[in-house]
């Protein structure tokens, strides 16, 4: 059950994150191994003010329009598969040209299986 949440410009129109969603969740069904209906995300919108990001950093460019992605998953997954999801989301969430791929920020917070209740307060999936 990846958890995610999202931050973007508060200028977004509701297409426009209901995209960014959309393209999040098939991102990682297609690189991560999750499943079609495991989908858990909070997405924020925020005001110039409260969404910060360098302009440029590591050599990448970063306009007003970054859209700020951090994905609380179960640990084990391979560099590999962590490198296909962050080129999946880059292109996805770019697809329709709303947001340029180097707008795209990721962050994976990596957690055991243990840590996670999907409900009635139960820990399903600790040993």
């Known amino acids: 059950m990846p958890f995610v949440r999202a931050s973007v410009p508060d200028r977004f129109s509701d297409a426009q994150v209901a995209r960014v969603s959309d393209a999040i969740h098939e991102s990682m ?35 007003a329009d970054v ?5 609380t998953c179960s640990e084990g997954r391979s560099v590999e598969t962590k490198k296909a999801l962050f080129t ?28 996670w209740s999907f409900g009635d307060g139960l820990a399903q999936y600790a040993a």
């Open 29 to 63: 069904v297609e690189t991560f191994n999750v499943p079609a209906d495991d989908r858990f995300q909070v997405i924020s919108r925020h005001a110039p003010r409260e969404l910060i990001c360098s302009p440029s950093f590591l050599g990448i460019r970063h306009s």
């Open 67 to 71: 859209v700020l992605v951090q994905i």
């Open 88 to 115: 999946a989301l880059a292109r996805s969430i770019a697809r329709d040209g709303a947001v340029s791929p180097s707008d795209v920020i990721v962050n994976l917070v990596e957690v055991r299986r243990e840590n």
